[in-house]
């Protein structure tokens, strides 16, 4: 494992100024986008009682000592206090945590578990009807928008067949729905990552060698393809967990999902500086975990990237 | 044509249920102990003082009693005052309702209602309705049950404003001794429900209570959710998961309706659907232009062909169902023709006007300013329409720095033209882009009258004054709709009080 080392300490240093420039482009873009006083206040509000409040959050201060109290606060996990619940933003973007991680997680292993299958098993019976019926409906996963399939799901599963809740957070049932929408992207592209990586190893020289000494098609897929085909299904894999916490913010608006995705729209809409930044950071943070993670995989996958 | 995602999404949901239905005809009685209502938003606060939003009122009602209590036919009845008088010009006098006890068990006396009125207007508290009972000068409290308020002036709306937000009465003791924090998180009043639990964006439940001095509530439980987008809002009606949803627009009502197990149910908004006009920016400072921009509009078919006829065509500044609305006025006139000839008559040179818009600020605000947009390209106007945004809206409306129209949707606080015309066109109101001496000292003079036959002159001829300059364009008086299962005994009120005490709210039992 030499170099293993380094390998691990280049990455952290990379997710650190990763995270540090995105708390930097929504500190900006939040500032640039409008100021929350007037939401705050009632309509008829005097000028005397808006500076006030300006001045009580800390808006009256020049731009580059808000954003010097911004990262020292940070560095100390403090967001400030949510402008509209008036509680600390950490505690109330942990609140929707929770729900978002529940929906995200079960999303990405319901995607994962269905899709690499199917892309192998289309890569194994080319041109099959299995093959072509899989990668059609994983064509109209990839390009239909969520919130329409979400309500699509809604109808017929909910609504005519009655199977599901309609919307809402409470036990099993209630995650199906969601998770499925949300993991539809994901799934479609995994199985047509896979299917396309599987199909390229298939064709490479050490798999007719192993076929021409007269292995076993089965063993041939699990001993030689599988690892080979494994790096870009990984990495598409990784990625598509960022699409998936993109996607929430959809799908947990069409089920009323309480999650960090919902939260962060409303929070804008409120011009929440704080649960805005928190919310941002946070999943920035779960995204490059994710991609790190991944790195770690490469890594024990394929000697070659971490010599490099 | 482009689809919005709205409209696609419609197109989706009418497809899918009509596909769905009919169903089997459904129980039109219920056993049911737990009352279920899905709402467009979730609630922000609990302390009704930090809130004015739709959301959190629907709750907050229900948590707290007031003074008075406006039912849904517009009238004013008792709440925690059993009766109340005025005495001379500038005092009245208020009777409590006797033992009544908050939720925690502490009894309610005058004190709470001094603090609690007095706790609105303290600058130190900073609450979000400082200025709704601006009149009052002082208040005493002879006795455990009564309360005398003085006002500055003669303010004959006082028992008005007290039914109204600002008046829920909340408690001293328990105030004092857990601070406004741990009050908002953990809500104690005197209404007909109790706190229970709540998990933000997901739902709040709530306990009927038992000792409520109006009859304990036709339920257990009360459930509210926050459902934000239609369809699902829709669909979780019609399948059952939960019995009343609050804003239906009109093009779902017929999911509703043709479901052989809900229906409709609808309230004349109290209060206008309007676009504001910046009268100080030419070409608007001139009234013949503001005449003929009103003309232009085939309000009939905005109605109509928008709102699927779920709404009237203004006829004054008044809203339908207020004291003083004059019936013998005739609906805003569409007259192309005429408009034309005062626009004429007014020099207009083709001088840009905008319409900024929202989205979903007012229902349907995008579409009807497009469809204002092309009756006044008839006639020759040269209009811009304008997306912006709430949190702009909310501060072009703080800086009063409008280019020329925007939406708006003036409530009538106090069932009065003073809570809303007088309150909103006032100077320093959030309409003040218009003065008129004459208007001013009418508005003024009716504030402070307690002589109801001088106010109605007061507001003819502010009426009169009105509609010669149109501070507001008034476009629509529309219904706020509700659907809900036919099991379901409830009345919507026109102000967004969600009434669920017992003499407006059953389950339909077998």
Redesign the interface.
């Known amino acids: 494992m030499r170099g293993f080392l380094p390998f691990i300490g280049q990455r952290i240093v990379r997710a650190l100024i990763a995270l540090w420039l995105v708390s930097t482009v929504v500190f900006v873009v939040m500032r640039l986008?409008?100021?929350?006083v007037?939401?705050l206040?009632?309509?008829?509000?005097p000028t005397s009682?808006?500076l006030?409040?300006r001045r009580d959050l800390g808006l009256d201060q020049p731009l580059p000592v808000q954003y010097g109290v911004f990262l020292r606060n940070i560095l100390h996990g403090d967001f400030g206090r949510s402008i509209?619940?008036?509680?600390p933003a950490v505690s109330?973007v942990r609140?929707?945590l929770g729900?978002t991680l529940e929906l995200g997680l079960t999303a990405f292993v319901l995607a994962t578990l269905v899709a690499v299958p199917i892309g192998l098993l289309s890569a194994m019976k080319r041109n099959s009807l299995l093959d072509h019926a899989s990668m059609a409906v994983a064509l109209i996963g990839q390009s239909a928008p969520t919130?329409?399939l979400g309500?699509?799901f809604?109808?017929?599963l909910?609504?005519?067949a009655?199977l599901f809740?309609?919307?809402?957070?409470g036990d099993w049932r209630n995650l199906v729905l969601p998770a499925f929408t949300l993991g539809a992207f994901a799934m479609a592209s995994i199985a047509r990552l896979t299917r396309s990586a599987v199909l390229e190893v298939l064709g490479a020289d050490y798999i007719r060698t192993a076929r021409a000494k007269g292995m076993s098609e089965m063993w041939v897929v699990a001993k030689h393809t599988l690892k080979n085909a494994a790096i870009p299904i990984v990495t598409i894999t990784g990625l598509q967990f960022g699409t998936l916490l993109g996607g929430a913010v959809v799908t947990e608006?069409?089920?009323?999902w309480?999650g960090i995705g919902?939260?962060a729209v409303?929070s804008i809409?409120n011009?929440d500086y704080p649960v805005v930044q928190c919310t941002v950071f946070i999943a920035a943070l779960l995204f490059i975990l994710i991609n790190f993670a991944v790195d770690l995989v490469y890594g024990l996958l394929d000697p070659r990237i971490r010599a490099h | 044509m482009k689809l919005t995602r709205r409209e696609l999404l419609e197109a989706v949901v009418a497809g899918a249920v009509s596909a769905a239905l009919p169903r089997s005809a459904h129980a039109q009685t219920t056993q049911k102990r737990e009352l279920a209502v899905a709402q467009g938003g979730d609630i922000a606060k609990f302390d009704p003082h930090f809130s004015t939003a739709s959301n959190d009122v629907r709750v907050s009602f229900n948590l707290f009693d007031n003074l008075t209590s406006r039912h849904p036919d517009g009238k004013l009845y008792p709440g925690l005052a059993t009766e109340w008088g005025l005495q001379g010009q500038s005092t009245w006098a208020f009777k409590l309702r006797q033992g009544v006890k908050w939720h925690n068990g502490d009894p309610f006396s005058s004190a709470d209602v001094k603090s609690s009125i007095e706790r609105t207007y303290d600058a130190s508290m900073k609450t979000m309705v400082a200025t709704v009972f601006t009149t009052i000068d002082r208040i005493e409290t002879p006795d455990p049950f009564s309360v005398v308020i003085h006002t500055k002036k003669p303010d004959p709306l006082l028992p008005a404003r007290l039914a109204f937000y600002g008046g829920q009465i909340v408690p001293k003791k328990y105030l004092e001794s857990v601070g406004p924090d741990t009050f908002n998180a953990k809500p104690v009043g005197t209404g007909p429900v109790r706190f229970v639990s709540w998990v933000k964006d997901d739902r709040l439940v709530l306990e009927a209570n038992p000792d409520y001095w109006g009859g304990k509530p036709d339920f257990d439980r009360m459930i509210m959710r926050a459902i934000p987008e239609t369809a699902p809002r829709v669909a979780a009606l019609l399948k059952g998961e939960v019995d009343i949803i609050t804003q239906l627009p009109p093009d779902q009502e017929d999911r509703v309706t043709a479901n052989s197990s809900t229906r409709l149910s609808g309230a004349l908004y109290a209060g206008l659907y309007v676009l504001g006009v910046n009268s100080k920016r030419p070409p608007l400072d001139n009234p013949l232009v503001k005449q003929a921009l009103s003309l232009a509009i085939d309000r009939e078919a905005i109605v109509k062909e928008l709102w699927r006829g779920r709404g009237i065509v203004p006829s004054q500044p008044i809203s339908k169902g207020d004291n003083y609305f004059d019936p013998s006025l005739p609906p805003l006139a569409y007259n192309p023709k005429e408009a034309r000839e005062r626009l004429k008559k007014a020099g207009y040179k083709g001088e840009e006007i905008y319409i900024e818009t929202t989205i979903a600020y007012v229902a349907q605000d995008k579409a009807m300013s497009e469809a204002i947009a092309a009756m006044w390209k008839d006639v020759g106007v040269n209009v811009k329409v304008e997306v912006i945004e709430y949190s702009v809206r909310a501060q072009k409306s703080r800086e009063k720095s409008f280019k020329g129209l925007w939406w708006g949707d003036p409530t009538s606080t106090l069932g009065d033209p003073d809570g809303m015309m007088w309150r909103l066109l006032a100077p320093g109101g959030i309409y003040d882009y218009w003065r008129d001496p004459k208007f001013d000292e009418l508005g003024n003079a009716a504030r402070f009258s307690v002589d109801d036959k001088f106010r109605g002159e007061c507001y003819r001829d502010m009426t009169k004054i009105f509609l010669e300059n149109f501070p507001w364009l008034p476009i629509i008086q529309p219904y706020e709709d509700y659907g809900l299962h036919k099991y379901v005994e409830w009345t919507p009120n026109p102000n967004q009080q969600f009434e669920i005490r017992r003499f407006n709210f059953k389950f339909r039992r077998a």
């Open positions: 986008s409008g100021d929350p007037p939401l206040l009632p309509p008829d509000a009682e808006i006030r409040v509209h619940f008036r509680e109330v609140g929707y729900a919130f329409f309500i699509l809604i109808l017929l909910s609504l005519k009655d809740p309609t919307s809402g957070r608006t069409v089920f009323s309480p919902r939260l409303q809409y011009r």
